[in-house]
């Protein structure tokens, strides 16, 4: 072979591989296949080939499942993607037949009905793993109810809440994310299958048929908008990147609450892993990975951004680029989902080092100043700088407001000097808790109703 040749050849095969899609797209064989059976039979029901076409049509497609799921299948580049791929072996099984398959269908609106099924197939696991993780939260939340924790803000200690009530937060979140994939499942749930290159045909076919039994609401209303759509993509990307946001939020939280200066959590030695160098550790490498995991859907969210960012219509083969980032968030989400929901499950809350951290930070000033208000008809600003300085003279003691006698009160401030007995009661930790019971608030009774609110939910998705 000349030189001249040898590079020919190899500009061919690198040609060959940047154009193909097949080393990925074979990911979406099934719903290939499947909306290549509901497209056959459509044709045949329509006369458009006949009953026996299409038995043999489907007797192969079935075989060809079969020898992709049994890894009897040859992948190979020059058939470019997974819908050539079907369609040649389509042909050496039952010859001239398998030609007429493409009738009435351009890779264009196979591409798209092939992705969306795969969308929302996917859509409908990770709503099932949201609702597993769900219920592990609230379950979770039951049993901490009256768990005395500090509820935080800018990681400062604020006011005191119970572990439950901080848990539920993370419930409501999924709870959005769940609603989310649901009404990104319902808008998309239209079949694109006839809308062809990029509009329509004229063979009489019935999209009806076809969107029926791939189980759409209905055929999409304009055929060069279906090809040209990637919409519902951007949507699972965009829903699983925040669910993975609010993945990333309780990791954060459960490295934070498993250090040695929280001391709130226990993760299960599955999920932590010793330092090849130094031997105390136990590292949370598990959160640590869910946390850096979100980072790669973010990613995959963007760049099928860029990728359809001001694309002509209609088709145009950048985007093949749509596949690979969402299968990747795809996998990533399952895989994460999975396990944060096992961490929940096996992790051990110390109920007691979270009590103590209670007692300091004076948790219960907001209390005072909400008594002061409430009781003494002060005027929230001034009981606001009356209780800086009950904090201030508590800090000299070296105590903590909810520990101060009443004596220690009276001589906080000036103002202080004739309160009587009744205020300590304010300061307790567990009445400043339950005293939050405006709706949403973090009283253990509303935690409580909080949580049936949850399960009555839970039973009727
Ligand atoms: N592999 C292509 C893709 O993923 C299928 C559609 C190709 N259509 C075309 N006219 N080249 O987008």
Request: aromatic fraction near 8%.
């Amino acid at each position: 072979m000349s030189n001249e040749q040898i590079l020919k050849n190899t500009n061919a095969k690198l040609l060959n591989e940047f154009n193909a899609s097949i080393l990925f797209d074979k990911e979406l064989y099934t719903q290939d296949i499947k909306a290549s059976l509901a497209h056959s039979f459509m044709l045949s029901k329509e006369n458009i080939i006949s009953k026996e076409e299409y038995l043999q049509i489907k007797d192969a497609l079935e075989q060809i499942q079969k020898e992709i799921q049994e890894e009897n299948f040859v992948f190979s580049l020059e058939h470019e993607d997974i819908h050539m791929a079907i369609e040649n072996r389509l042909t050496v099984i039952i010859g001239e037949t398998g030609k007429k398959l493409h009738t009435a269908r351009s890779r264009n609106d196979q591409v798209v009905c092939d992705f969306t099924l795969y969308v929302q197939e996917k859509s409908l696991d990770i709503q099932v793993l949201l609702k597993n993780l769900i219920s592990t939260f609230v379950n979770m939340a039951s049993k901490h109810i009256d768990t005395l924790m500090p509820g935080m803000t800018h990681l400062q200690h604020a006011q005191v809440l119970n572990f439950g009530y901080h848990l539920l937060t993370y419930a409501n979140m999924f709870k959005r994310d769940y609603e989310r994939f649901q009404s990104s499942y319902e808008r998309n749930n239209f079949s694109p299958l006839g809308s062809a290159a990029l509009a329509g045909t004229p063979h009489k076919i019935n999209r009806n048929t076809t969107s029926e039994m791939l189980n759409f609401n209905a055929p999409s209303s304009h055929a060069m908008d279906s090809v040209s759509n990637r919409d519902f993509a951007l949507e699972i990307l965009f829903n699983i990147a925040t669910a993975m946001m609010h993945v990333s939020r309780i990791s954060e939280e459960l490295i934070m609450w498993s250090s040695y200066e929280f001391q709130f959590i226990k993760l299960s030695d599955e999920y932590s892993t010793t330092s090849s160098i130094m031997p105390q550790k136990k590292n949370p490498d598990v959160p640590e990975l869910l946390r850096g995991k979100t980072g790669r859907v973010y990613g995959n969210l963007f760049s099928l951004f860029t990728v359809m960012k001001a694309l002509p219509l209609a088709y145009n083969k950048d985007t093949q680029e749509d596949k690979e980032g969402v299968f990747d968030s795809v996998k990533t989400i399952n895989i994460s989902l999975k396990i944060l929901n096992e961490i929940i499950n096996t992790m051990e809350v110390n109920k007691n080092n979270m009590a103590n951290a209670c007692k300091v930070g004076h948790l219960s000033a907001t209390d005072l100043a909400d008594y002061l208000v409430d009781k003494k008809n002060i005027a929230f600003r001034d009981a606001y700088y009356i209780t800086k300085d009950v904090v201030k003279y508590a800090n000299t003691l070296n105590k903590d407001i909810s520990e101060l006698n009443l004596k220690e009160l009276q001589e906080a401030s000036k103002d202080l000097k004739d309160i009587e007995e009744e205020v300590i009661m304010h300061l307790d930790l567990k009445t400043s808790m339950n005293s939050r019971t405006s709706k949403g608030g973090a009283s253990t009774q509303n935690t409580k109703e909080q949580i049936e609110e949850f399960q009555k939910w839970l039973n009727k998705i």
